[in-house]
Protein backbone atom coordinates (compact mmCIF):
# COMPACT_ATOMS: atom_id res chain seq x y z
CA UNK A 1 0.00 0.00 0.00
CA UNK A 2 1.31 3.78 -0.48
CA UNK A 3 2.28 5.78 1.81
CA UNK A 4 -0.39 8.66 1.64
CA UNK A 5 3.08 11.23 2.02
CA UNK A 6 4.01 9.84 -1.55
CA UNK A 7 0.01 10.32 -3.12
CA UNK A 8 -0.69 12.91 -5.81
CA UNK A 9 -4.28 11.98 -6.68
CA UNK A 10 -5.66 14.99 -7.86
CA UNK A 11 -2.70 17.07 -8.84
CA UNK A 12 -1.32 18.22 -11.71
CA UNK A 13 2.41 17.32 -12.96
CA UNK A 14 3.71 19.09 -16.15
CA UNK A 15 7.02 17.15 -17.40
CA UNK A 16 9.10 18.48 -20.45
CA UNK A 17 10.56 15.99 -22.21
CA UNK A 18 8.26 13.28 -21.23
CA UNK A 19 8.60 11.19 -24.76
CA UNK A 20 11.88 9.39 -23.27
CA UNK A 21 13.96 8.34 -21.19
CA UNK A 22 13.91 9.92 -17.78
CA UNK A 23 10.63 12.70 -18.44
CA UNK A 24 8.99 9.79 -19.65
CA UNK A 25 9.73 7.83 -16.46
CA UNK A 26 9.03 10.78 -14.21
CA UNK A 27 5.63 11.29 -16.13
CA UNK A 28 4.59 7.13 -15.65
CA UNK A 29 5.82 7.24 -12.15
CA UNK A 30 3.44 10.15 -11.30
CA UNK A 31 0.49 8.72 -12.74
CA UNK A 32 1.23 5.56 -10.32
CA UNK A 33 0.41 7.87 -7.78
CA UNK A 34 -2.08 9.49 -9.30
CA UNK A 35 -1.26 12.74 -10.77
CA UNK A 36 -2.55 14.05 -14.23
CA UNK A 37 0.56 14.58 -16.52
CA UNK A 38 0.99 17.47 -18.92
CA UNK A 39 3.38 15.91 -21.58
CA UNK A 40 5.69 18.03 -23.45
CA UNK A 41 8.16 17.62 -25.88
CA UNK A 42 9.16 18.52 -29.34
CA UNK A 43 8.82 14.55 -30.18
CA UNK A 44 4.79 14.19 -30.74
CA UNK A 45 4.95 11.12 -31.46
CA UNK A 46 6.93 9.61 -27.77
CA UNK A 47 4.83 11.51 -26.24
CA UNK A 48 1.98 10.33 -27.27
CA UNK A 49 3.21 6.82 -26.26
CA UNK A 50 3.75 8.11 -22.90
CA UNK A 51 0.30 9.19 -22.44
CA UNK A 52 -1.36 6.16 -23.70
CA UNK A 53 0.70 4.29 -20.91
CA UNK A 54 -0.68 7.22 -18.48
CA UNK A 55 -3.64 6.44 -19.87
CA UNK A 56 -4.15 2.57 -18.90
CA UNK A 57 -3.06 3.91 -15.58
CA UNK A 58 -6.44 5.53 -14.97
CA UNK A 59 -5.16 9.42 -15.31
CA UNK A 60 -5.47 12.13 -17.88
CA UNK A 61 -2.51 12.74 -20.23
CA UNK A 62 -2.12 16.09 -21.71
CA UNK A 63 0.54 15.99 -24.84
CA UNK A 64 1.62 18.71 -26.02
CA UNK A 65 4.30 20.15 -28.31
CA UNK A 66 6.33 22.20 -26.67
CA UNK A 67 10.23 23.83 -27.67
CA UNK A 68 11.23 24.76 -24.43
CA UNK A 69 14.30 26.76 -25.64
CA UNK A 70 11.19 28.99 -26.89
CA UNK A 71 9.74 31.07 -24.23
CA UNK A 72 6.93 32.29 -26.46
CA UNK A 73 5.56 28.37 -27.12
CA UNK A 74 6.13 27.86 -23.09
CA UNK A 75 3.95 30.54 -21.93
CA UNK A 76 0.98 29.90 -24.85
CA UNK A 77 1.55 26.17 -23.56
CA UNK A 78 0.42 27.01 -19.60
CA UNK A 79 -2.39 29.28 -21.23
CA UNK A 80 -3.25 25.52 -22.41
CA UNK A 81 -3.08 23.93 -19.37
CA UNK A 82 -5.22 26.30 -18.10
CA UNK A 83 -8.03 25.80 -19.73
CA UNK A 84 -7.77 22.08 -20.18
CA UNK A 85 -6.80 21.04 -16.78
CA UNK A 86 -7.04 24.63 -14.61
CA UNK A 87 -3.84 24.69 -12.53
CA UNK A 88 -0.38 23.03 -12.04
CA UNK A 89 0.74 21.70 -8.93
CA UNK A 90 4.31 20.22 -9.95
CA UNK A 91 6.80 21.12 -12.52
CA UNK A 92 9.65 18.81 -13.54
CA UNK A 93 12.50 20.26 -15.63
CA UNK A 94 14.16 17.17 -17.46
CA UNK A 95 14.60 18.48 -20.96
CA UNK A 96 17.01 20.24 -22.75
CA UNK A 97 20.18 19.30 -24.91
CA UNK A 98 23.81 20.23 -24.98
CA UNK A 99 26.57 21.23 -27.37
CA UNK A 100 30.16 19.47 -26.62
CA UNK A 101 32.88 21.43 -28.60
CA UNK A 102 36.58 22.16 -27.63
CA UNK A 103 36.45 24.96 -25.84
CA UNK A 104 39.05 27.26 -28.21
CA UNK A 105 36.19 26.63 -30.54
CA UNK A 106 33.29 26.83 -28.69
CA UNK A 107 31.27 29.53 -30.77
CA UNK A 108 29.21 32.62 -28.84
CA UNK A 109 26.49 30.90 -31.10
CA UNK A 110 27.09 27.78 -29.37
CA UNK A 111 26.86 28.83 -26.22
CA UNK A 112 24.07 30.93 -26.63
CA UNK A 113 22.02 28.22 -27.82
CA UNK A 114 23.00 25.33 -25.05
CA UNK A 115 22.02 28.69 -22.46
CA UNK A 116 18.81 29.43 -24.03
CA UNK A 117 17.75 25.57 -24.11
CA UNK A 118 18.84 24.52 -21.12
CA UNK A 119 18.85 27.66 -18.68
CA UNK A 120 16.71 30.25 -20.12
CA UNK A 121 13.61 27.87 -21.34
CA UNK A 122 13.96 25.81 -17.54
CA UNK A 123 13.66 29.62 -16.40
CA UNK A 124 10.17 30.14 -18.20
CA UNK A 125 8.86 27.18 -17.57
CA UNK A 126 9.64 27.68 -13.54
CA UNK A 127 8.49 31.08 -13.56
CA UNK A 128 5.50 30.18 -15.86
CA UNK A 129 4.56 27.21 -13.15
CA UNK A 130 5.71 29.51 -9.96
CA UNK A 131 3.24 31.73 -10.98
CA UNK A 132 -0.06 29.28 -10.64
CA UNK A 133 1.01 27.34 -7.64
CA UNK A 134 1.93 30.79 -5.55
CA UNK A 135 -2.20 31.92 -6.41
CA UNK A 136 -3.02 28.19 -4.83
CA UNK A 137 -0.40 28.55 -2.23
CA UNK A 138 1.29 24.84 -2.82
CA UNK A 139 3.54 23.55 -5.22
CA UNK A 140 6.76 21.66 -6.00
CA UNK A 141 9.09 22.65 -8.95
CA UNK A 142 12.62 20.36 -9.67
CA UNK A 143 15.07 20.38 -12.00
CA UNK A 144 17.29 17.60 -13.63
CA UNK A 145 20.87 19.21 -13.19
CA UNK A 146 23.59 17.21 -14.02
CA UNK A 147 27.43 16.36 -12.29
CA UNK A 148 28.86 18.39 -14.60
CA UNK A 149 27.19 21.86 -13.18
CA UNK A 150 28.83 21.37 -9.75
CA UNK A 151 32.34 19.05 -10.86
CA UNK A 152 34.42 19.16 -14.38
CA UNK A 153 33.97 16.26 -16.58
CA UNK A 154 36.45 17.82 -19.04
CA UNK A 155 35.69 16.25 -22.59
CA UNK A 156 34.42 19.16 -24.30
CA UNK A 157 31.57 19.73 -21.95
CA UNK A 158 32.14 23.32 -21.29
CA UNK A 159 29.07 24.92 -22.44
CA UNK A 160 26.71 21.96 -20.90
CA UNK A 161 28.39 22.45 -17.84
CA UNK A 162 27.95 26.22 -17.44
CA UNK A 163 24.55 25.45 -18.25
CA UNK A 164 24.04 23.01 -15.25
CA UNK A 165 25.83 25.47 -13.13
CA UNK A 166 23.53 28.16 -14.21
CA UNK A 167 20.29 25.23 -13.15
CA UNK A 168 21.99 24.70 -9.71
CA UNK A 169 22.15 28.04 -8.68
CA UNK A 170 18.53 28.92 -10.19
CA UNK A 171 17.56 26.29 -7.85
CA UNK A 172 18.98 27.77 -4.66
CA UNK A 173 17.77 31.52 -5.96
CA UNK A 174 14.21 30.58 -6.21
CA UNK A 175 13.85 28.83 -3.63
CA UNK A 176 15.42 31.78 -1.52
CA UNK A 177 12.75 33.76 -3.12
CA UNK A 178 9.80 31.67 -3.63
CA UNK A 179 9.81 29.08 -0.62
CA UNK A 180 7.69 31.35 1.80
CA UNK A 181 5.11 31.59 -0.94
CA UNK A 182 4.40 28.25 -0.87
CA UNK A 183 6.55 27.32 -3.99
CA UNK A 184 9.80 24.43 -3.03
CA UNK A 185 12.54 24.71 -6.03
CA UNK A 186 14.87 21.54 -6.05
CA UNK A 187 17.09 19.74 -7.82
CA UNK A 188 18.31 16.37 -8.99
CA UNK A 189 21.64 15.74 -9.76
CA UNK A 190 22.32 13.58 -12.24
CA UNK A 191 25.62 11.32 -12.70
CA UNK A 192 25.90 8.97 -16.12
CA UNK A 193 22.50 8.01 -17.01
CA UNK A 194 22.05 5.83 -19.71
CA UNK A 195 19.98 7.22 -22.96
CA UNK A 196 20.90 6.36 -26.83
CA UNK A 197 23.68 9.36 -26.94
CA UNK A 198 25.86 8.12 -24.34
CA UNK A 199 25.45 4.30 -25.69
CA UNK A 200 26.49 5.28 -29.01
CA UNK A 201 29.43 6.87 -27.49
CA UNK A 202 30.65 3.98 -25.37
CA UNK A 203 30.01 1.65 -27.92
CA UNK A 204 32.52 3.95 -30.09
CA UNK A 205 34.78 4.44 -27.63
CA UNK A 206 34.85 1.43 -24.59
CA UNK A 207 37.33 3.65 -22.54
CA UNK A 208 35.08 5.49 -21.97
CA UNK A 209 32.34 3.32 -19.76
CA UNK A 210 35.19 2.19 -18.16
CA UNK A 211 36.36 5.71 -16.93
CA UNK A 212 32.96 6.22 -15.89
CA UNK A 213 32.63 2.96 -14.21
CA UNK A 214 35.70 3.65 -12.06
CA UNK A 215 34.03 6.99 -10.39
CA UNK A 216 31.01 4.95 -9.83
CA UNK A 217 31.39 3.13 -6.43
CA UNK A 218 28.06 1.58 -6.73
CA UNK A 219 29.30 -0.63 -9.90
CA UNK A 220 26.91 0.56 -12.51
CA UNK A 221 25.56 3.19 -15.08
CA UNK A 222 22.40 5.11 -13.81
CA UNK A 223 19.19 3.59 -15.90
CA UNK A 224 16.25 5.94 -16.34
CA UNK A 225 14.01 4.18 -14.22
CA UNK A 226 16.54 5.23 -11.37
CA UNK A 227 14.65 8.93 -11.13
CA UNK A 228 11.39 7.62 -10.43
CA UNK A 229 11.21 7.22 -6.53
CA UNK A 230 13.50 10.58 -5.84
CA UNK A 231 11.29 12.48 -8.85
CA UNK A 232 7.52 11.27 -6.99
CA UNK A 233 9.82 12.36 -3.43
CA UNK A 234 10.36 15.91 -4.52
CA UNK A 235 6.84 15.76 -6.15
CA UNK A 236 5.23 14.79 -2.36
CA UNK A 237 4.20 16.08 0.34
CA UNK A 238 6.83 13.31 2.09
CA UNK A 239 9.60 16.34 0.87
CA UNK A 240 7.25 19.02 2.38
CA UNK A 241 10.37 20.88 4.47
CA UNK A 242 12.72 20.80 1.61
CA UNK A 243 13.58 23.18 -0.51
CA UNK A 244 16.96 24.41 -2.07
CA UNK A 245 18.47 20.90 -1.99
CA UNK A 246 20.34 19.19 -4.96
CA UNK A 247 19.65 15.64 -4.03
CA UNK A 248 23.00 13.47 -5.83
CA UNK A 249 21.30 10.55 -7.82
CA UNK A 250 24.86 9.35 -8.72
CA UNK A 251 26.07 6.14 -7.76
CA UNK A 252 28.15 7.84 -5.28
CA UNK A 253 29.86 9.80 -7.93
CA UNK A 254 29.80 12.78 -6.00
CA UNK A 255 31.30 11.71 -2.42
CA UNK A 256 33.97 9.34 -4.17
CA UNK A 257 37.63 11.09 -4.25
CA UNK A 258 39.16 11.28 -7.51
CA UNK A 259 42.20 9.33 -5.10
CA UNK A 260 39.55 6.75 -4.48
CA UNK A 261 39.44 3.21 -5.01
CA UNK A 262 36.15 1.11 -4.34
CA UNK A 263 35.84 -3.01 -4.85
CA UNK A 264 35.23 -3.98 -8.84
CA UNK A 265 36.35 -0.96 -9.79
CA UNK A 266 37.48 -0.95 -13.46
CA UNK A 267 41.60 -0.96 -14.11
CA UNK A 268 42.93 2.26 -15.03
CA UNK A 269 43.50 2.34 -18.78
CA UNK A 270 46.81 3.61 -19.95
CA UNK A 271 46.57 6.83 -22.51
Not at 52 to 58: A, T
Not at 62 to 72: E, F, G, W
Not at 223 to 243: E, H, N
Request: glycine residues 10%.
Amino acid sequence: MTHPLFDLTGRVAVVSGAASGMGRITSLGFAEVGADIVLLDINEAGAQETAHEIEKLGRRALPLRCDISDPDQIRSTFERVDSELGKVDVLSNIAGEGIRNDPLDLTEDEIQQVMQNLVVGRYICTQEAAKRMMSQGRGSIFSIVSIAGLSALGRNHIAYSMAMGAVAAMTRELSTEWSSLGVRVNAIVCAQIMNEDLRVRIAADPVLGASYLRGLPIGRMGDPSDIKGPAIFLASDASGWMTGALIPLDGGNLAKNVSGSHPGMPAAVPN
